[in-house]
C-alpha cells in the first residue's frame, strides 16, 4: 500500500501544471498611447492549458536556463535633477510625491515602476550650475578638508525621499572629474589627471564613500571615472588610460576594503558600445580583481559590442548606466529603441542594470552647466519633465523602462529581484516579437515563483505603411501553453508556479 501511494504521488508530480498556471497581472503600454504602463486587470486568468497548435508565433520559456541576477532600473539624480524635484516639493509637495511614488514604489501590486539603481555624481556634470568637488583645496592630498557640504543640500533631500519610498535602493556614485588641482589643466573642464595625484584621487573617492554614509546614503558601488575617453573642455570631463584607470581601481579597492568597506564594487569604464572589445578588457585585467565590472553607455557603437566584453571577461559584471532621450525625437520610434536595444537588448547581453540619464528637468532640458555644449540642439530629455508652474509629465523613457522594472521587482519584502532565464520565439511572427523572460524567486522555498516575460510587438507595419498589427502568441511553459494576442507595444505579465 505504501508503494502504491508513493507510485500515484510520483505520478501526479509528472503531470503538467495545466489548472495550476494563470496570468493575472498584465502591465501595457501601446503605440498609441491608449494604455500607458496600464494595469489591464483582466476579468478572468488567462490559462495554462494542455499544448495545441502555436499562433502566430510561440514563445518558449525555458526556467531551466538562467543568466544573470537584475540589480533594477533607474537613471542619475544630478544636480539638476535634485534641484527641479526639490523645487517642486516646495511648490506642490502632492505632486512631488506622486512623482517619487511613481518613479520608485516598488510594490509589484501598485501601478508604478519601481526604479531602484541611482547614480550619483561625484561633484559637478554637465547638469549642475558651476564647477565644483568635494575639496577644492590646493594639494590637501590627506583630504583632510573635503567639505560634503559642497553637495547641494536638495541631492541628499531628494535622496532620502527615495530611500523612503523605495527599500531596495541602491546609488552608484561616479565623478566626472578630479578636483582640478589634480589636473594637467588645473580645470575640471577637460584635460587628465596628474599621475601623482593617483593616490590622492583614491583617498578623494573613498572619502566621498564615506561622506555620502555619514549622510545616511548606502553606497552600493562607485565608478573611478565617467566616460574616461571624453576630454571636452566645456563640462566637467577627464581623460584616462585603461591603465590609469586601473591604478586608481587597486588604490582605491585597497582603501575600501581597509576602511571595513568591502562590500562596495568599483565599476570601471563608464562610456559607450563601440570600444568594448579594447578599453574595458585592458581595464579589468590590468585592475584584476579591483574591477567588480564595467558599464556602458549608449551614444555610440552597438549594443551587440557588449557581446564582445562579455565574451572575454565572463567573469565580470556588465552595467548599463547611461542614455538620453532627445526633445522633438517620435515617441513610439524611441519605445522601440529603447526596448530593442536597452532594456531588451542590453539585458539579454548580461547587464545586471538599465538605467536613462537624467531622472528629472525642465522642459527645456534645464538647467545645465553654464556653456556645455552637452546636450546641444533641443536638449535632453529627462525621465519625467517637470514645469515651473508645479506640473508634470513623464516621457517615453520612462513607459519603456517601467514595463522592463516590474518584471524584476521583489515578489516578498527583502526578497530577491528577477533572474533572467532563457526565452526563443518561433513561428511566423517571430520578427515582430522582442522577448525577455525571468524568474523571481521567495523569501520561502515552499512559495510559487514568479515568471514574467516582457514582450515588446513592434508590428506597426514600418518601410511598408503603418499598419499597427497584434500578434496572437503562445507562451509555452513546462509543457504547457497560454495564448495572449499582444498589440503593438510593450506589454508586461506573469504567473507563478513552483521554482
Same mark, same amino acid.
Given at each position: 500500500?505504501?508503494?502504491?501511494?508513493?507510485?500515484?504521488?510520483?505520478?501526479?508530480?509528472?503531470?503538467?501544471?495545466?489548472?495550476?498556471?494563470?496570468?493575472? =497581472?498584465?502591465?501595457?503600454?501601446?503605440?498609441?498611447?491608449?494604455?500607458?504602463?496600464?494595469?489591464?486587470?483582466?476579468?478572468?486568468?488567462?490559462?495554462?492549458? *494542455?499544448?495545441?497548435?502555436?499562433?502566430?508565433?510561440?514563445?518558449?520559456?525555458?526556467?531551466?536556463?538562467?543568466?544573470?541576477?537584475?540589480?533594477?532600473?533607474?537613471?542619475?539624480?544630478?544636480?539638476?535633477?535634485?534641484?527641479?524635484?526639490? $523645487?517642486?516639493?516646495?511648490?506642490?509637495?502632492?505632486?512631488?510625491?506622486?512623482?517619487? =511614488?511613481?518613479?520608485? $514604489?516598488?510594490?509589484?501590486?501598485?501601478?508604478?515602476?519601481?526604479?531602484?539603481?541611482?547614480? #550619483?555624481?561625484?561633484? /559637478?556634470?554637465?547638469?549642475?550650475?558651476?564647477?565644483? *568637488?568635494?575639496?577644492?583645496?590646493?594639494?590637501?592630498?590627506?583630504?583632510?578638508?573635503?567639505?560634503?557640504?559642497?553637495?547641494?543640500?536638495?541631492?541628499?533631500? +531628494?535622496?532620502?525621499?527615495?530611500?523612503?519610498?523605495?527599500?531596495?535602493?541602491?546609488?552608484? @556614485? #561616479?565623478?566626472?572629474?578630479?578636483?582640478?588641482?589634480?589636473?594637467?589643466?588645473?580645470?575640471?573642464?577637460?584635460?587628465?589627471?596628474?599621475?601623482?595625484?593617483?593616490?590622492?584621487?583614491?583617498?578623494?573617492?573613498?572619502?566621498?564613500?564615506?561622506?555620502?554614509?555619514?549622510?545616511?546614503?548606502?553606497?552600493?558601488?562607485?565608478?573611478?571615472?565617467?566616460?574616461?575617453?571624453?576630454?571636452?573642455?566645456?563640462?566637467?570631463?577627464?581623460?584616462?588610460?585603461?591603465?590609469?584607470? /586601473?591604478?586608481?581601481? +587597486?588604490?582605491?579597492?585597497?582603501?575600501?576594503?581597509?576602511?571595513?568597506?568591502?562590500?562596495?564594487?568599483?565599476?570601471?569604464?563608464?562610456?559607450?558600445?563601440?570600444?568594448?572589445?579594447?578599453?574595458? #578588457?585592458?581595464?579589468?585585467?590590468?585592475?584584476?580583481?579591483?574591477?567588480?565590472?564595467?558599464?556602458?553607455?549608449?551614444?555610440?557603437?552597438?549594443?551587440?559590442? %557588449?557581446?564582445?566584453?562579455?565574451?572575454?571577461?565572463?567573469?565580470?559584471?556588465?552595467?548599463?548606466?547611461?542614455?538620453?532621450?532627445?526633445?522633438?525625437?517620435?515617441?513610439?520610434?524611441?519605445?522601440?529603441?529603447?526596448?530593442?536595444?536597452?532594456?531588451?537588448?542590453? #539585458?539579454?547581453?548580461?547587464?545586471?542594470?538599465? @538605467?536613462?540619464?537624467?531622472?528629472?528637468?525642465?522642459? *527645456?532640458? $534645464?538647467?545645465?552647466?553654464?556653456?556645455?555644449?552637452?546636450?546641444?540642439?533641443?536638449?535632453?530629455?529627462?525621465?519625467?519633465? +517637470?514645469?515651473?508652474?508645479?506640473?508634470?509629465?513623464?516621457?517615453?523613457?520612462?513607459?519603456?523602462?517601467?514595463?522592463?522594472?516590474?518584471?524584476?521587482?521583489?515578489?516578498?519584502?527583502?526578497?530577491?529581484?528577477?533572474?533572467?532565464?532563457?526565452?526563443?520565439?518561433?513561428?511566423?511572427?517571430?520578427?515582430?516579437?522582442?522577448?525577455?523572460?525571468?524568474?523571481?524567486?521567495?523569501?520561502?522555498?515552499?512559495?510559487?515563483?514568479?515568471?514574467?516575460?516582457? +514582450?515588446?510587438?513592434?508590428?506597426?507595419?514600418?518601410?511598408?505603411?503603418?499598419?499597427?498589427?497584434?500578434?496572437?502568441?503562445?507562451? *509555452?511553459?513546462?509543457?504547457? %501553453?497560454?495564448?495572449?494576442?499582444?498589440?503593438?507595444?510593450?506589454?508586461?505579465?506573469?504567473?507563478? /508556479?513552483?521554482?
Amino acid at each position: 500500500m505504501f508503494i502504491s501511494f508513493v507510485l500515484f504521488f510520483y505520478y501526479l508530480s509528472c503531470l503538467p501544471f495545466s489548472t495550476s498556471q494563470q496570468i493575472w =497581472d498584465i502591465y501595457q503600454t501601446t503605440w498609441d498611447r491608449s494604455k500607458l504602463f496600464t494595469s489591464l486587470n483582466p476579468s478572468s486568468p488567462i490559462n495554462f492549458v *494542455s499544448p495545441g497548435a502555436s499562433a502566430d508565433a510561440d514563445i518558449a520559456f525555458d526556467d531551466n536556463t538562467q543568466y544573470q541576477s537584475m540589480l533594477g532600473f533607474g537613471a542619475t539624480l544630478t544636480d539638476s535633477s535634485a534641484t527641479v524635484l526639490n $523645487n517642486l516639493k516646495k511648490k506642490n509637495s502632492g505632486n512631488y510625491w506622486a512623482v517619487i =511614488d511613481k518613479l520608485f $514604489n516598488p510594490s509589484i501590486s501598485s501601478t508604478s515602476a519601481g526604479l531602484s539603481y541611482i547614480r #550619483v555624481p561625484i561633484g /559637478a556634470s554637465d547638469f549642475s550650475t558651476n564647477a565644483y *568637488s568635494l575639496n577644492d583645496n590646493d594639494g590637501d592630498e590627506s583630504m583632510s578638508r573635503l567639505d560634503m557640504t559642497r553637495v547641494p543640500s536638495s541631492v541628499f533631500t +531628494v535622496l532620502k525621499d527615495i530611500m523612503g519610498a523605495n527599500q531596495y535602493s541602491k546609488f552608484h @556614485l #561616479v565623478p566626472w572629474s578630479p578636483p582640478a588641482w589634480m589636473k594637467d589643466t588645473y580645470s575640471m573642464s577637460g584635460g587628465s589627471i596628474r599621475e601623482e595625484y593617483i593616490p590622492a584621487y583614491a583617498k578623494y573617492l573613498l572619502k566621498a564613500v564615506q561622506g555620502y554614509k555619514s549622510q545616511g546614503i548606502p553606497v552600493y558601488a562607485i565608478s573611478v571615472q565617467n566616460e574616461p575617453q571624453n576630454s571636452n573642455p566645456t563640462y566637467p570631463t577627464c581623460w584616462m588610460t585603461p591603465d590609469v584607470e /586601473a591604478r586608481i581601481a +587597486v588604490a582605491l579597492r585597497n582603501l575600501l576594503d581597509s576602511n571595513g568597506l568591502g562590500s562596495v564594487r568599483i565599476v570601471g569604464y563608464e562610456h559607450n558600445w563601440n570600444n568594448a572589445a579594447s578599453y574595458p #578588457v585592458e581595464l579589468v585585467d590590468d585592475a584584476n580583481n579591483a574591477v567588480s565590472g564595467v558599464a556602458f553607455h549608449c551614444y555610440s557603437g552597438s549594443v551587440k559590442n %557588449q557581446d564582445s566584453f562579455h565574451n572575454a571577461r565572463p567573469g565580470k559584471d556588465i552595467y548599463f548606466t547611461e542614455c538620453s532621450g532627445t526633445y522633438g525625437s517620435d515617441w513610439w520610434g524611441d519605445i522601440k529603441w529603447y526596448m530593442d536595444n536597452l532594456w531588451i537588448g542590453s #539585458v539579454e547581453r548580461f547587464s545586471r542594470t538599465g @538605467l536613462m540619464w537624467n531622472i528629472a528637468l525642465d522642459g *527645456s532640458g $534645464n538647467p545645465k552647466f553654464p556653456g556645455t555644449d552637452s546636450c546641444g540642439g533641443p536638449g535632453c530629455r529627462p525621465i519625467v519633465t +517637470v514645469n515651473g508652474d508645479g506640473s508634470y509629465s513623464f516621457n517615453q523613457e520612462f513607459y519603456a523602462m517601467a514595463q522592463a522594472s516590474k518584471a524584476i521587482l521583489p515578489q516578498d519584502a527583502g526578497g530577491p529581484f528577477g533572474q533572467r532565464v532563457a526565452t526563443t520565439v518561433k513561428g511566423g511572427k517571430a520578427w515582430a516579437l522582442r522577448v525577455s523572460g525571468f524568474v523571481t524567486k521567495r523569501v520561502s522555498g515552499s512559495d510559487w515563483a514568479r515568471y514574467s516575460v516582457v +514582450v515588446m510587438n513592434y508590428n506597426d507595419g514600418g518601410s511598408s505603411g503603418w499598419n499597427p498589427s497584434p500578434v496572437k502568441a503562445t507562451i *509555452s511553459f513546462r509543457g504547457v %501553453q497560454a495564448t495572449y494576442t499582444f498589440p503593438v507595444g510593450v506589454t508586461t505579465l506573469w504567473w507563478f /508556479a513552483p521554482a
